[in-house]
């Protein structure tokens, strides 16, 4: 298992948020792969683990993210295995602290 940490400018709950959603974490596992998985979730502690896994015999990958909030920001470490993807991972893990990292745009509602 290979892992990245960052700390990032984002609160637990706005991680969370982004991270928590079946769409989202079968992407990553998709991604991960190389191709269409299916997934289940093995460890959910809001705000602070995610983890999931494949549901497919023909795959062994696994993903999973801790968080804790360490001064104006939170601390993210994604740990994620892929038995035939090892060369693979360094990239895979960069390209999802980079996206995690990402400011997202939210306009403002009702101001005109």
């Given at each position: 298992?290979?892992?990245?940490?960052?700390?990032?400018?984002?609160?637990?709950?706005?991680?969370?948020?982004?991270?928590?959603?079946?769409?989202?974490?079968?992407?990553?596992?998709?991604?991960?792969?190389?191709?269409?998985t299916?997934?289940?979730?093995?460890?959910?502690?809001?705000?602070?683990?995610?983890?999931?896994k494949?549901?497919?015999?023909?795959?062994?990958?696994?993903?999973?993210?801790?968080?804790?909030?360490?001064?104006?920001?939170?601390?993210?470490?994604?740990?994620?295995?892929?038995?035939?993807?090892?060369?693979?991972?360094?990239?895979?893990?960069?390209?999802?602290?980079?996206?995690?990292?990402?400011?997202?745009?939210?306009?403002?509602?009702?101001?005109?």
């Amino acid at each position: 298992m290979k892992t990245a940490s960052r700390t990032l400018m984002k609160s637990s709950p706005e991680l969370w948020e982004m991270l928590d959603t079946p769409e989202r974490m079968h992407g990553l596992m998709c991604s991960l792969v190389g191709q269409a998985t299916e997934i289940e979730v093995s460890e959910r502690e809001p705000e602070t683990r995610l983890a999931w896994k494949t549901t497919s015999h023909l795959y062994e990958a696994q993903i999973e993210v801790d968080m804790a909030e360490k001064g104006w920001g939170t601390h993210v470490e994604v740990s994620a295995s892929c038995k035939d993807e090892v060369k693979r991972l360094d990239g895979w893990l960069d390209a999802v602290m980079e996206e995690l990292a990402t400011p997202e745009k939210r306009p403002f509602g009702g101001v005109a």
